[in-house]
């Protein structure tokens, strides 16, 4: 019984998972980047303009060429993303833990990926990835693999509770802490708890996860260790929630940056983005202010005026 | 005192949810708070205090139990049509955004200078509305929200006092954005600030007296938000010119209407009524600067203002086509807009996705050509004429969401001896609003004022103090430079008249155009004076 249930969780379960989670995030994303392009609502400095600064401290700006830097967008984003910049100026206390528990995130995803990277190594190359490897390369992915884990297991668990510490504790983030709240963090630190506890226990080299790996890659799902189990679980739920909730905020963020703060894309005669502006000047807005006039298109109601004296002067 | 008020809250029954009161304001070195004045019984009897005993909109409760249903039913109808492509393309994608994505941090409440300086009101967190916007939505138009109410935050009943208080909060907020320049995630307060007053503009035609009747409405009416007709703008410009002559001793001739300029200039018009002086000095500068320039009669052409800005995406459009209809009229190169943030921004940034095929005439803001007329030699400047203390205020809609950062700086560098213009604390992108933002400064209903000036404006004052700090004895003249037809709005009745910077520290306030025009060589008597009535 106990086997049956390892192998459905840790195989039929996690590739439903998987599946679950690429098309409710690719449905997520697809759905925001497919809303209207909205009007102009820039926020700076923006990244890409670079030292330069904002376009409109020109002159006729609309005769200079247009002035993008990838270098110093990219530049931002890792600073946004590897570092969490604004949790770090603005709100420190946060970031203690914020930080700590991102950084956990990113090393786990680099641990998925150094676990699968190994288990293709073991298919393709016959070889086992091991502390009593001869191979060096072996050795070294072995020791790095180990770490990665290891150390986002422990920032991840620590970052939650920490944040949970904070929840608990201070005044002015209970009123913004509802149950659900609590909840994503009680998972969080379930994944990162358990996962520690599977790897001291059961699988301190994750010769067992690259095992587990390589079952997957060849549709010969396995068995695995209690802990491991309820670990896989575990991950398989939040995998399968995270597209549904506010956490999957950092694809949103992507969107939040490129097509609000930093959307500068200036409106050029004939282009792509004037006659998308033209098809929305033909929806039909339904406010029902007495200023406005339900129904109307928009560019009807855009070019009315309510307020205009009547041409017999009353 | 600190208030703790919970978003659940906000429906209850209480006289007053957050009765504020000076004592729990944060303190401005050196200035004496006076209590609020006690509500008066007949406005008390009439109108809804009950968010925190002020009241910017004027609402009267519904009478019986089918007008509150009726109330609520509107304002879910509203709510929908914020989610909806057909009725909201022009801002779904951020309102949906921010909707779904905020984590809850409250990284962005400090930034907020309402908040901190009300002495951290729950109730002016940036986030606070945004909360209750979320809850509701949840409640009514999720699945999870539906069924798992309160376990997902949808706890909030709607009722009319959450209604009220609710569109009250909307005029708590000037839509600075200085909160949505901190959050980590990106999402901005302020534009769900925005989203709401629209909802309630556009759906149940609630909006502020000052921007909507007697602001966007006036100004569709008469072409202009002053209330000033084509004709009364001509006797203006006369009159502008008269002053000229007896300021520079020259008489020049303002060109109105000049088919094909170069420039449409377009002020604020509430420069011609309140600050004349600013309108003059353009012309003083680019008649020096041999431009080719104009202004226009035409109703609308003369009115850069755009109240739409702050609370209605219709009102925004219909002010932005018939100025940009105008400045065709003329045929125009471009449109160059005077000292007004919001209506630089209005016409310049938002309205390039409003104004499209020939309506999309090129159109700027005034710093970079003013600028320009430094670095071109085109006038001659002594910047010994301007020796005295000058601290700059960043006027939020130029600065932080326009970028406009250094050309105002560099033309006080070229016109300023050295160590004249000091930044103030925060100075650039963060700089925080003058208090006046998002209409504030032209809300003069009921005792929204009191609020304004000890809250709002509150921050500011405390920057100018500690710009000026080395330098407050009053026999040091000092200059507030607020390249903004609106700050200065609320330098007037807030820093001046409340805060009496101007007699107690002889501070005086005003344009970037002015101090140009007092450092020019040509011009022999000083243009800016402290004996004037500004
Ligand atoms: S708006 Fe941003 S900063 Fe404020 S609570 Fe939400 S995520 Fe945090
Ligand atoms: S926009 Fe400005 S005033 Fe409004 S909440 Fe944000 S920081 Fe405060």
């Keep these: ?67 993008i830097s990838l270098a110093h967008e990219l530049a931002e984003m890792a600073e946004e993303i590897l570092l969490l910049k604004r949790t770090f100026l603005y709100n420190r206390k946060m970031w203690n833990f914020s930080y700590p528990m991102h950084a956990g995130f990113y090393l786990i995803i680099g641990w998925i990926g150094l676990v699968k990277f190994g288990a293709i190594m073991e298919l393709i190359g016959g070889l086992k990835i091991s502390g009593a490897s001869t191979v060096f390369w072996a050795q070294a992915l072995n020791v790095v693999t180990v770490i990665a884990g290891a150390v986002g297991l422990v920032l991840g668990l620590y970052g939650c509770l920490g944040l949970l510490w904070m929840r608990y504790t201070d005044e002015d983030l209970k009123d913004y802490s509802s149950p659900i709240t609590f909840l994503n963090l009680y998972l969080l630190i379930a994944l990162f708890g358990i996962g ?119 | ?125 940036p986030n606070y509305r945004s909360e209750l916007l979320r809850k509701i939505y949840q409640r009514y138009f999720t699945t999870e929200g539906r069924l798992l109410g309160g376990f997902v935050g949808a706890d909030v009943e709607l009722n009319w006092r959450t209604i009220y208080r609710l569109a009250e909060l909307t005029y708590r907020c000037t839509i600075c954005r200085r909160c949505a320049a901190t959050c980590p995630v990106g999402v901005d307060n302020a534009l769900m600030n925005r989203e709401l007053r629209k909802l309630f503009s556009q759906e149940l035609g609630i909006a502020a007296e000052g921007v909507h009747k007697s602001g966007s409405m006036r100004h569709l009416q008469t072409g202009s938000s002053t209330g000033m007709t084509p004709a009364a703008f001509l006797d203006t410009i006369e009159f502008i010119e008269d002053d000229i002559e007896e300021r520079i001793g020259r008489r020049i001739k303002i060109p109105i209407d000049k088919k094909g300029a170069d420039i449409l200039l377009i002020h604020n018009a509430g420069e011609y009524v309140s600050w004349p002086e600013n309108p003059a000095a353009f012309a003083i500068l680019l008649d020096a600067a041999g431009i080719d320039w104009t ?40 449109i ?57 205020h960043d006027p939020c809609n130029m600065v932080r969401l326009m970028g406009i950062v250094s050309p105002q700086r560099n033309v006080l560098k070229a016109i300023t001896p050295p160590g004249c213009f000091r930044e103030m604390p925060n100075a650039g992108v963060m700089n925080y609003c003058c208090g006046g933002g998002s209409g504030f400064a032209v809300m003069n209903s009921l005792n929204f004022p009191e609020w304004r000036n000890n809250v709002a404006s509150r921050m ?8 000026f700090k080395d330098c407050l004895d009053p026999s040091i003249p000092k200059y507030y430079c607020a390249p903004c037809s609106n700050c200065k709005g609320a330098a007037r009745d807030s820093l001046m008249e409340h805060y009496g910077f101007r007699d107690k520290y002889n501070i005086i306030y005003g344009g970037l155009v002015e101090l140009m025009v007092n450092a020019m060589v040509d011009v022999e008597k000083p243009f800016i004076s402290w004996e004037d009535e500004f």
């Design chain 1, 1 to 67: 019984m106990g086997d049956t249930l390892s192998w459905l969780i840790a195989g039929p379960f996690m590739y439903l998972a998987v599946i679950v989670f690429v098309a409710a995030t690719l449905k997520k994303v697809i759905t925001i980047a497919s809303m209207p392009r909205h009007l102009r609502w820039d926020l700076y400095p923006i990244a890409h303009e670079g030292p330069a600064g904002s376009a409109f401290q020109k002159v006729e700006f609309w005769k200079q060429p247009r002035h």
């Design chain 1, 196 to 314: 520690l506890a599977a790897w001291l226990i059961e699988d301190p080299s994750f010769v067992l996860a690259r095992g587990y790996a390589v079952s997957l890659y060849t549709f010969k799902p396995i068995t695995l260790p209690p802990m491991m189990t309820l670990e896989v679980l575990l991950f398989g739920i939040f995998l399968i929630y995270l597209p549904f909730s506010r956490m999957l905020h950092f694809a949103a963020k992507y969107f939040f940056y490129h097509n609000i703060m930093w959307d500068d894309e200036p409106l050029v005669a004939g282009g792509s983005l004037e006659k998308m502006i033209g098809g929305y000047l033909h929806y039909k807005a339904q406010w029902a202010a007495p200023h406005l006039k339900s129904g109307d298109s928009w560019l009807e109601q855009a070019t009315a005026n309510p307020a205009k004296p009547k041409e017999d002067g009353k």
């Design chain 2, 1 to 125: 005192m600190k208030h703790k008020v919970s978003h659940k809250d906000i429906a209850k029954q209480a006289e007053i949810l957050c009765p504020l009161a000076v004592t729990d304001l944060d303190k401005v070195p050196g200035y004496e708070e006076k209590p609020f004045k006690p509500v008066k019984p007949d406005w008390k009897e009439k109108y809804d205090f009950s968010l925190d005993g002020f009241s910017a909109l004027a609402l009267t409760p519904p009478a019986t139990k089918e007008a509150e249903e009726e109330l609520v039913n509107k304002f879910l109808r509203g709510l929908e049509k914020l989610f909806s492509q057909e009725s909201n393309w022009t801002f779904m994608q951020p309102t949906s955004l921010s909707t779904d994505y905020c984590v809850r941090c409250n990284t962005c409440n400090e930034a907020c200078p309402i908040y901190v300086e009300s002495g951290r009101q729950d109730i002016y967190r």
């Design chain 2, 295 to 334: 202004l226009s009669s035409e109703s609308m052409g003369y009115e850069g203002v755009n109240y739409g800005t702050w609370y209605d995406d219709f009102q925004f459009a219909r002010v932005a086509v018939a100025q940009v209809q105008a400045a065709k009229k003329l045929g125009v190169r471009r």
């Design chain 2, 336 to 392: 160059v807009v005077g000292e007004c943030g919001h209506a630089t921004k209005a016409i310049v940034e938002i309205a390039d996705r409003v104004c499209v095929g020939d309506l999309a005439i090129p159109r700027e803001g005034c710093l970079p050509l003013l600028e320009q007329i430094v670095t071109s030699g085109a006038i001659k400047f002594d910047p010994s004429k301007n020796n005295f203390p000058i601290t700059l």
């Design chain 2, 460 to 467: 500011k004052a405390n920057q100018v103090l500690e710009a």
